[in-house]
């Protein structure tokens, strides 16, 4: 790697290479990992590059191409698996500075892949009255090309289910890294090599997405007695056609009354809740539909949006999805979670009775090639890497899926094994293997055993340490 002669060749292209600021940009939320923290604690990378443009992208990826200096490319670093951990140094490439919405038509927005999600939102809310189909719950933080190229679903899955569907990513603007970098226009069956590829195979610049109607989506909490009583309301508010939702998420006591501090006063601490987000116009079914599944109100934003203190409450979603460990691991650092999916009731049943507190659960309501499944973000209460390990093992064992979230690779995190048309895409695409190295590992190790049990590390780690 010549970083001289690459500083060089980027013009007036902003750069950043104050070691602390270098550093703080070097991290995303990894940490959220006990065991991610151990591994990645140390890396950095040796400058961050800003470009403000399609032609500036062009221009640093020809740079890191002669002069061999590895990429990552950042959003916001939101992402919880150390996606966007620099593992060999080099440039960090924050897509900062590329952040406009470029057109907004009644059923799809684009934009630059550094725009911010909840900003893309008010843009066509007030243009056209539509929002995103469905969002992280990172939404006031997070890119869309981050999303896209590191996340999977979330507030609105519900409905719509996740990036990986066909039609929820309409477009993708990319720029290769080759000697003369491309810019492509990447549409139909070939998005999906790009998407939740961590960056590896591709430099996203702009994205297409559709649109879906927007709402004042009322906020509501509904408290049970039992767990199980809160998923099968769940399961079944989820299949009701004509209540028009956005979130339903069971989470089991105690960690709404524990962890949900700015909803403790309307909680008792051995009720278990659903947050759900529902259309005005659904509310009054919502109420009906509740009061046949014996679920008691708890709250209601278009009734009161304040807490006990009389200050506004943060929007229920910032409670769902990865927000739910975020606002636990503030409370007990000891905590960590895992992903899971549960394919019926029945077999999450079998679970929670199996482990008990020792994973409180968490479920998301996702709806999955047509079907309502409940995907699990569950809490664990973290004894060891081979506890956690055991976890995992009981959950297959008994029919469960597991996309482990203390993997940093494409490949661990959940296929388990290469996905071929990302990798072909990337021999295209960054020929010398400069795009976030070290986390397609079909790229360094195309040997490598998936059923082998060893967890894989990138070699470049080794070198930092
Ligand atoms: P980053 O973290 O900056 O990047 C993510 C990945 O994409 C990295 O591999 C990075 O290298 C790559 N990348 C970034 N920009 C580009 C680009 N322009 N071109 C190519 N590659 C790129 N995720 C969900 O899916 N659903 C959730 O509900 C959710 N909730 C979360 C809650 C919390 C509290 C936290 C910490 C994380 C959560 N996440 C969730 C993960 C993450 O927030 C989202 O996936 C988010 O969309 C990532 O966006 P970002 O801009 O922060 O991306």
């Not at 057109?103 to 243009?127: C, H, L, S, Y």
């Not at 408290?223 to 939702?245: H, K, V």
Request: hydrophobic share 40%.
């Amino acid at each position: 790697m010549d970083l001289t002669g690459f500083r060089a060749a980027l013009g007036d292209i902003p750069i950043e290479d104050h070691p602390k600021l270098v550093q703080q940009k070097s991290r995303d939320h990894y940490w959220y990992s006990p065991i991610l923290k151990a591994q990645l604690d140390q890396v950095t990378a040796d400058l961050v590059v800003m470009p403000r443009s399609v032609e500036d992208v062009v221009t640093v990826l020809a740079a890191a191409y002669k002069f061999d200096v590895p990429i990552t490319p950042r959003g916001a670093g939101t992402g919880n698996y150390g996606q966007a951990m620099p593992l060999a140094g080099g440039a960090m490439l924050d897509l900062k500075n590329m952040d406009k919405v470029l057109e907004i038509k009644p059923d799809r927005v684009r934009a630059e892949a550094g725009a911010i999600m909840v900003k893309m939102d008010e843009e066509t809310k007030a243009a056209v009255g539509a929002e995103l189909r469905f969002h992280p719950s990172t939404y006031r933080m997070a890119t869309i090309g981050g999303f896209i190229a590191g996340g999977s679903g979330g507030i609105g899955s519900v409905r719509w289910g996740g990036l990986r569907n066909l039609g929820n990513i309409l477009g993708l603007k990319i720029v290769t890294c080759e000697e003369t970098p491309r810019v492509l226009d990447i549409a139909g069956a070939d998005i999906m090599k790009l998407a939740h590829a961590y960056g590896t195979n591709g430099i996203i610049v702009e994205a297409e997405m559709p649109l879906a109607p927007a709402y004042d989506w009322v906020e509501v909490v509904v408290g049970f007695d039992e767990f199980l009583d809160s998923c099968r309301y769940a399961e079944a508010l989820a299949g009701q056609d004509g209540i028009l939702l956005k979130e339903i998420s069971p989470v089991a006591a105690p960690v709404p009354y524990d962890y949900f501090g700015r909803y403790r006063d309307f909680l008792r601490q051995d009720q278990s809740v659903v947050l759900i987000m529902v259309a005005p116009n659904s509310v009054d079914a919502l109420t009906l539909f509740t009061s046949h599944h014996g679920g008691e109100i708890l709250h209601r934003s278009d009734v009161n949006d304040l807490d006990a203190a009389g200050r506004k409450l943060p929007p229920i979603y910032e409670f769902t999805w990865n927000h739910t460990t975020l606002r636990g691991l503030k409370i007990d650092s000891t905590i960590t979670y895992l992903q899971t999916q549960y394919p019926t009731l029945e077999h999450l049943e079998k679970i929670h009775r199996m482990l008990g507190d020792e994973m409180p659960m968490h479920i998301e309501m996702t709806r999955f090639d047509g079907r309502i499944v409940f995907s699990g973000l569950p809490i664990v209460r973290y004894t060891g890497e081979e506890r956690l390990e055991e976890i995992i093992r009981l959950h297959e064992e008994n029919g469960c899926l597991v996309f482990n979230p203390h993997r940093y690779t494409l490949e661990e995190g959940g296929m388990k094994q290469t996905d071929r048309a990302q990798l072909a895409f990337k021999k295209e695409a960054d020929p010398k293997g400069l795009l976030n190295p070290g986390k397609m590992i079909a790229w360094d190790d195309p040997d490598f055993d998936f059923d082998s049990g060893r967890v894989w590390l990138f070699a470049g780690l080794a070198e930092q340490a």
